[in-house]
């Protein structure tokens, strides 16, 4: 469907006493598939919710230096992110006030400290005020005023070393957005994170779809089977249920938060605190090794090589007596963090019970913390089809004081089953969510049913979507 008749569908939809068919319900056990593959339902997803919310539109890093800008797309709007100094961003329209070209393309760095429109070369500061008009005599009879052309501002803020933008004119406090997890991205040190790397990849589904297969930690066993070799096998039918298997997804606790975020625990029963549930080598150590090394070769993202060589530095020490494995290997990180100058979440419970675990950020931001590093998607969807989306993946860490951290790239991913291009466990992750997209479609599914626990922050995230949907305008 084209975009005219998927705003035609919206109107339709919208007008009258029909507006809303039972295939967009959310229920108490379930979600209706309309949501995730109607072109009218992405249509009000674009004029309800992406109008209106407060979206991750940038990292710091992606425009370190004054100058530095970077582009946001979302839907068939657009936004420009500029660097003014060392402290400030400011968000535009991205959007030529002369004919409409945009001033800005991916990102890039606008030279002199000036933006300057490539058509007829006006030109503004990047604080948006108003600098050059070519023939200016020419314009509203020679009364054109720089206001009537200065840039158009989004409203922004920095938290977390990203940039949130709203594009309603009179948003919500950003401040009641996030406060349901404020504190506790701020004790994560989401905003010490740096870029590793970052790469975005063309997926043909929903970006709902797309973010719920990553909402949950029970689709472990049989989706990456190489992390949980036991659990998989009962999965597959090649062990009876009845064995003992310590699924890790058992130990998750699931957290719903007010505005839609959400969060699940790791807890103590993780690999990075000692717990391994599958004995991979003769010692505890090697063996706990050898399962944060899947993560490393896997994903290169929250468990890194350098977390692993501390855990290896640690071969042939003793354990104390009121110590763990586990205990001594967190020690000796925030040792080396200490030594480096490394920035690191302070080594609370509930800090340390994060790694393994993740904080979702509503409507579309998910983070995985562990070690001082953070792996961090982001889902939106590509233009107003419901089938595709573009799934982000940025993988960060902080570094010791001195390291000069590198402008964040974005890698292009031309094909997700591409070995070269997408590792391991993301790849595992996203050959499901192409089939999800094509049975949502089937005339054989209704509705998805939710596990109540497991599953309870994609209905936490429907439910708030659904508070925009049916907002008044
Ligand atoms: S369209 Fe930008 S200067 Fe003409
Ligand atoms: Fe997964």
Request: glycine residues 8%; charged residues 30%.
């Given at each position: 469907m084209n975009e005219l008749a998927q705003r035609t569908a919206l109107k339709n939809a919208s007008g009258g006493g029909s507006s809303w068919p039972p295939s967009w319900n959310t229920m108490p056990h379930g979600i209706s598939v309309g949501r995730y593959i109607d072109p009218a339902f992405a249509a009000l997803e674009y004029e309800k919710l992406w109008s209106k919310v407060w979206q991750a539109a940038a990292r710091l890093d992606e425009i370190p230096q004054a100058g530095d800008y970077t582009v946001y797309n979302i839907g068939d709007q657009s936004v420009l992110l500029v660097r003014t100094n060392a402290d400030t961003v400011k968000v535009y329209h991205n959007v030529c006030p002369h004919r409409g070209t945009a001033l800005g393309e991916g990102s890039g760095t606008f030279e002199n400290s000036r933006i300057m429109c490539p058509f007829h070369g006006w030109r503004w500061s990047?604080?948006?005020?108003?600098?050059f008009i070519l023939e200016r005599q020419e314009f509203r009879g020679g009364e054109l005023r720089d206001s009537d052309v200065a840039l158009k501002e989004v409203h922004s803020v920095v938290f977390a070393g990203f940039v949130f933008i709203n594009l309603d004119r009179n948003p919500q406090p950003f401040d009641e957005f996030i406060a349901p997890i404020r504190t506790m991205m701020e004790n994560l040190a989401v905003g010490e994170m740096r870029h590793y790397w970052w790469k975005a990849i063309p997926v043909p589904a929903n970006w709902k779809v797309a973010q719920e297969a990553f909402f949950e930690a029970f689709h472990v066993p049989a989706t990456h089977p190489q992390l949980e070799v036991r659990g998989a096998k009962v999965v597959s039918g090649l062990a009876p249920e009845t064995d003992f298997v310590d699924f890790t997804h058992r130990n998750v606790v699931y957290e719903v938060f007010d505005k839609g975020h959400g969060r699940f625990i790791g807890g103590k029963k993780t690999p990075m605190q000692g717990?391994?549930?599958?004995?991979?080598?003769?010692t505890l150590l090697e063996s706990m090794a050898a399962r944060l090394s899947l993560l490393v070769v896997g994903m290169d993202a929250q468990v890194l090589q350098k977390d692993v060589d501390v855990l290896l530095s640690l071969r042939g020490k003793p354990i104390p007596e009121d110590s763990s494995l586990g205990g001594e290997y967190i020690k000796a990180l925030y040792k080396q963090a200490g030594e480096q100058q490394r920035p690191m979440p302070a080594p609370t419970p509930e800090n340390l019970g994060m790694w393994g675990g993740e904080v979702f950020l509503f409507p579309n931001v998910m983070i995985l913390p562990q070690a001082g590093n953070a792996m961090i998607y982001r889902v939106r969807p590509d233009g107003l089809d419901p089938d595709k989306c573009v799934f982000e993946i940025m993988s960060t860490t902080t570094y010791p004081a001195g390291h000069k951290v590198e402008r964040a790239v974005v890698e292009q991913v031309t094909d997700l089953q591409d070995p070269e291009q997408v590792l391991l466990i993301p790849r595992q992750d996203l050959s499901n969510i192409p089939r999800m997209q094509k049975g949502l479609h089937s005339r054989g599914i209704r509705q998805t049913w939710l596990a109540v626990e497991q599953e309870k922050i994609i209905l936490n995230m429907h439910r708030e979507l659904d508070r925009y949907l049916h907002a008044e305008a």
């Open positions: 990047l604080e948006g005020q108003t600098q717990h391994v549930s599958d004995m991979r080598a003769d």
